[in-house]
């Protein structure tokens, strides 16, 4: 008999699992449900599979559009770009003229 259940968990189990479901959650049916908690496990949808996706780690990186320019990433958004720098002044001319 508990061989039985065993199989039926396990075979619940594996159904749910392929099914991107919780493993745990179909050999808990296929144990409690015996062939009916299987014949749920067929029954229910397929997940989209979880993605462990992470942003990239903070740094200065390559800026799109402006070969050369980089922009720095804060791990969760780009910083805003940096103001235009003022034009150079004149230089320095003096108004005496040395020997």
């Not at 259940?5 to 619940?12: D, E, K, M, T, V």
């Not at 990186?61 to 969760?76: K, L, M, S, T, V």
């Amino acid at each position: 008999m508990l061989v039985l259940w065993g199989l039926q968990g396990g075979i619940a189990c594996a159904i749910s699992q392929a099914k991107n479901q919780s493993g745990r959650d179909g050999f808990l049916m296929g144990v409690l449900l015996g062939p009916i908690g299987i014949i749920i496990a067929l029954c229910l949808p397929k997940l989209a599979p979880r993605s462990v996706w992470e942003w990239p780690p903070a740094g200065w990186y390559p800026e799109p559009g402006n070969p050369g320019g980089r922009r720095y990433w804060d791990g969760h958004q780009w910083a805003a770009p940096p103001p235009a720098l003022p034009p150079m002044p004149k230089p320095y001319e003096p108004d005496v003229e040395v020997l």
